[in-house]
């Protein structure tokens, strides 16, 4: 038996993955260092996870919501959360300032993040946020999701954003 029917995947699928390159990424990101031995022998340069944060809180507040929202901005936002994840506060500045949503010439600083985002959760269609990213969660997973609403969302960011 190999190992995709084990997991009880179709070996004949099409996976297709998806690779998103920053040609120009603003500076202040914090890195760390990835080794593994499969398939071969190599070493990755990645992003920590403060800074990851500072890329999911930097769609939540300026991702274009027009057509769709994007659900999975606030599953993962909830993710990071949970995980105890500070946000790397300098690089989000930087990736504002770089998407035009920031002011150069002010420091952002955590209390102001925090009001930002909850004027964001204030305009946000959260059915429409729920529906999106239902279809792709376990069963278990949605058990919160009738929670989510501005209150909710401003209230863990209140408690846990750090």
Same mark, same amino acid.
């Given at each position: 038996m190999d190992d995709a029917s084990i997991y009880g995947l179709n070996p004949n699928a099409l996976v297709k993955i998806k690779f998103e390159i920053d040609t120009n990424p603003p500076e202040g990101a914090g890195y760390q260092y990835m080794s593994a031995i499969n398939p071969a022998n190599y070493r990755a340069r990645l992003y920590d996870m403060p800074s990851?944060?500072?890329?999911?809180? @930097?769609?939540?507040?300026?991702?274009?919501?027009? @057509?769709?929202?994007?659900?999975?901005?606030?599953?993962?936002?909830?993710?990071?959360?949970?995980?105890?994840?500070?946000?790397n506060v300098p690089y989000l500045q930087k990736r504002m300032e770089q998407s035009g949503k920031w002011n150069p010439e002010e420091e952002l600083i955590l209390s102001k993040l925090k009001e930002?985002?909850?004027?964001?959760?204030a305009t946000v269609d959260f059915t429409s946020a729920k529906e999106d990213v239902s279809p792709f969660l376990l069963a278990a997973e949605k058990d919160g999701l009738e929670l989510w609403d501005a209150d909710f969302f401003s209230d863990i960011t209140e408690r846990y954003l750090k």
């Open positions: 990851l944060f500072a890329g999911k809180v @930097h769609a939540v507040l300026c991702r274009d919501y027009k @057509h769709r929202v994007k659900g999975r901005d606030f599953f993962d936002y909830i993710w990071y959360l949970k995980k105890g994840c500070a946000v930002l985002l909850k004027q964001r959760f």
